[in-house]
């Protein structure tokens, strides 16, 4: 049997006690106490690691922001009218007659002022299979419509089969400064009356209103509209 030799000192010379920390092993459970109260106090005191917006510790003390998200632009809707267009018959319902249209055409701002059609178009056309096609593709109805425009709205619809000659036909005026416009002289028969204008919002951007009404006119009549959204 083998005897384990305990250790001889010198005379006078007491073995060193062993310190506290290592007198016992501590538990599992309560290392990790310690471990938690240790970060938690780090971070309470500011002494953590600091996030970065390149996301390394210790480079910067900017927090790290999201980039802004830039709006994507609306892209216009395509429409392909099932109608030809029949020039001949649009010319022949312009044929001069004995009637007449007046009218206005306005619109309130967002600012709450009267914006109106001084100085912009208006346009006479005939109702046909193909206008009052195209009319409703454009402002969801073939009798009166609205099409808001710039700031916030979406793009017009593009008509991929538009004919050329559909605008070349036409007959337009131009609204007076007070707002006011005239077509005289005009057969009997049903037409659209179609017009837009634009005004500056408070940032200074464009916004503004296209309009559309259908009329009847017949037997030498006056007829007045007040055309608004």
């Not at 390394?56 to 802004?68: V, Y």
């Not at 006479?124 to 419509?145: C, H, N, Q, W």
Request: hydrophobic share 35%.
């Amino acid at each position: 049997m083998t005897h384990q030799r305990r250790a001889r000192f010198a005379p006078g010379v007491r073995p060193a006690r062993r310190s506290a920390l290592f007198s016992r092993v501590l538990p599992f459970s309560q290392v990790t106490l310690l471990l938690a109260l240790l970060m938690a106090a780090l971070l309470v005191t500011g002494c953590g690691p600091k996030r970065s917006i390149t996301g390394f510790p210790g480079q910067s003390t900017q927090e790290a922001r999201p980039a802004p998200q830039q709006a994507e632009p609306q892209q216009p809707r395509t429409v392909t009218l099932g109608t030809p267009y029949d020039s001949k018959e649009a010319r022949r319902k312009l044929a001069p007659g004995k009637n007449t249209i007046r009218g206005t055409a306005t619109a309130r701002t967002p600012g709450g002022e009267v914006a109106t059609c001084a100085g912009k178009p208006v346009t006479l056309v005939p109702v046909t299979a193909y206008s009052s096609e195209r009319m409703f593709a454009i402002y969801g109805s073939d009798d009166k419509g609205t099409l808001r425009l710039g700031q916030g709205a979406a793009p017009p619809p593009v008509i991929t089969n538009d004919d050329p000659r559909y605008l070349a036909d036409h007959p337009q005026t131009v609204c007076t400064d007070s707002g006011t416009f005239v077509f005289k002289d005009i057969a009997d028969g049903q037409f659209f009356i179609v017009t837009g204008f634009t005004w500056l919002t408070d940032d200074k951007k464009p916004q503004g209103v296209g309009l559309m009404q259908r009329v009847s006119v017949s037997g030498g009549q006056t007829k007045r509209l007040d055309m608004k959204p």
